[in-house]
């Protein structure tokens, strides 16, 4: 069975640093795009990037370009999402996903990391 | 970049028909996507290539895509089938290839 698992809820505070966890397994980690999905409290979904692992190349939204950091480190089957310096405004349900680029489909989910940022 | 519009909100009564629209520039031309989301719940896949089921999804979800729609049918709504719907198409000419429609709450009545 496919299946991504993300790690845990974080609560932090404004101007901290957060790099948040998607583990793949059933399947070969470094042959499929591996992205994020952001969704804020009662909002849609809005992608925000993708990494091929078997080589690295990284993809991302203009609106998350040089606010988010997406790394993976295909020993593991890990894919991360990476924050320097968080603002309240990234308090968001964030989920992985594996990207099937052949077919265009996004297909499974993980069960979603929720990021909340206050002071 | 590419646009995809769907309606906020549809509702309708247990036992009828949805249809959940998404919008585009020539939308017939690309592969469309959908997923529904409950509440609470990761997004799940429900229709890919305009009209195909994965394995599992109840044959009363369907698709089909034309001209500028695309459109989510959904047959003998039942309670269960009450989410949030999203359209999603893949372009492969764009380096952020993924947009998403906006979401559209189907209310079972």
């Known amino acids: 069975e496919v299946q991504l698992v993300q790690s845990g809820a974080e609560v932090k505070k404004p101007g901290e640093s957060l790099k948040i966890s998607c583990k793949g397994s059933g399947y070969s980690f470094t042959s499929y795009w591996i992205g994020w999905v952001r969704q804020m409290p009662g909002k849609g979904l809005e992608w925000m990037g993708i990494i091929y692992p078997g080589d690295s190349d990284t993809r991302y939204s203009p609106s998350f370009q040089g606010q988010v950091t997406i790394s993976a480190d295909k020993s593991i089957s890990t894919a991360y999402l990476q924050w320097s310096s968080l603002k309240a405004s990234d308090t968001a349900m964030y989920y992985c996903?594996?990207?099937?680029?052949?077919?265009?489909?996004?297909?499974?989910w993980g069960q979603g990391t929720l990021v909340t940022v206050s002071s | 970049s590419y646009v995809l519009t769907q309606p906020p909100s549809v509702s309708v009564a247990p036992g009828k028909t949805a249809r959940i629209t998404c919008g585009g520039n020539?939308?017939?031309?690309?592969?469309v996507h959908w997923y529904q989301q409950k509440p609470g719940q990761a997004p799940v896949l429900v229709i890919y290539?305009?009209?195909d089921r994965p394995s599992g999804i109840p044959e009363r979800f369907s698709g089909s895509n034309s001209g500028n729609t695309a459109t989510l049918t959904i047959s003998r709504v039942e309670a269960g089938d009450e989410a949030d719907y999203y359209c999603?198409?893949?372009?492969?000419?764009?380096?952020?290839?993924?947009?998403f429609g906006g979401g559209t709450k189907l209310t079972v009545l």
């Open positions: 996903a594996r990207h099937l680029a052949a077919a265009g489909t996004i297909d499974p």
């Open positions: 999603q198409v893949w372009d492969s000419s764009s380096d952020h290839p993924v947009v």
């Open positions: 290539y305009d009209s």
């Open positions: 020539n939308i017939g031309s690309k592969s």
